[in-house]
């Protein structure tokens, strides 16, 4: 194993492992059995000859919250079935189609909607609850199943009491 950090020895009977306190490290360890190839399944370089595997490792410890966090969704969702209608213009013509939502949050949320539209697409997403209607975009399109496809779709500036849910 490199490193050049403080080194920490973890207990138990014969254990060698220890505990570093370092931003990333290379170790070795032991390959899989079962590989065909000179690569082992965890992303390292393997080396037949010694039966050893090496990778770096990053040790997140010292890593600020915000960088961890940056690729986690937005904000959070809630299941909740609401009905909901999608409405948009084609060749001059207003079109109208209605279905429900698997999840809502403060920015967007999936719906089934009986209708296909291409990724992009801008839309009017309308809460057939409170009647509250809102711009969206289509950022996500999942499969078709039998009451329509999945739509992920992002509110642009909704309202507060679009949903009629405090997040």
């Given at each position: 194993m490199e490193c050049s950090a403080e080194e920490v020895p973890l207990t138990g009977a014969g254990?060698?492992?220890?505990?570093?306190?370092?931003?990333?490290?290379?170790?070795?360890?032991?390959?899989?059995?079962?590989l065909t190839s000179a690569s082992s399944d965890w992303g390292g370089e393997a080396s037949w000859k010694t039966g050893t595997g090496e990778a770096i490792?990053?040790?997140?410890?010292?890593?600020?919250?915000?960088?961890?966090?940056?690729?986690m969704r937005g904000a959070g969702r809630v299941n909740s079935r609401v009905h909901v209608a999608i409405e948009w213009a084609d060749a001059g013509h207003n079109l109208r189609a209605e279905g429900y939502t698997k999840d809502i949050g403060p920015k967007g949320c999936l719906a089934i909607i009986p209708q296909a539209f291409s990724l992009g697409q801008k839309l009017r997403?309308?809460?057939?609850?409170?009647?509250?209607?809102?711009?969206?975009?289509?950022?996500?399109?999942?499969?078709?199943?039998?009451?329509?496809?999945?739509?992920?779709?992002?509110?642009?500036?909704?309202?507060p009491d679009f949903w009629g849910l405090d997040f």
């Open positions: 254990n060698t492992h220890r505990l570093l306190k370092i931003e990333s490290f290379r170790i070795s360890a032991p390959l899989n059995p079962f490792v990053a040790v997140s410890r010292d890593m600020k919250f915000e960088k961890r966090m940056g690729h997403l309308v809460n057939l609850i409170n009647q509250i209607s809102c711009e969206a975009v289509l950022v996500w399109r999942g499969h078709e199943g039998r009451a329509g496809w999945e739509l992920g779709l992002e509110l642009q500036q909704p309202s």
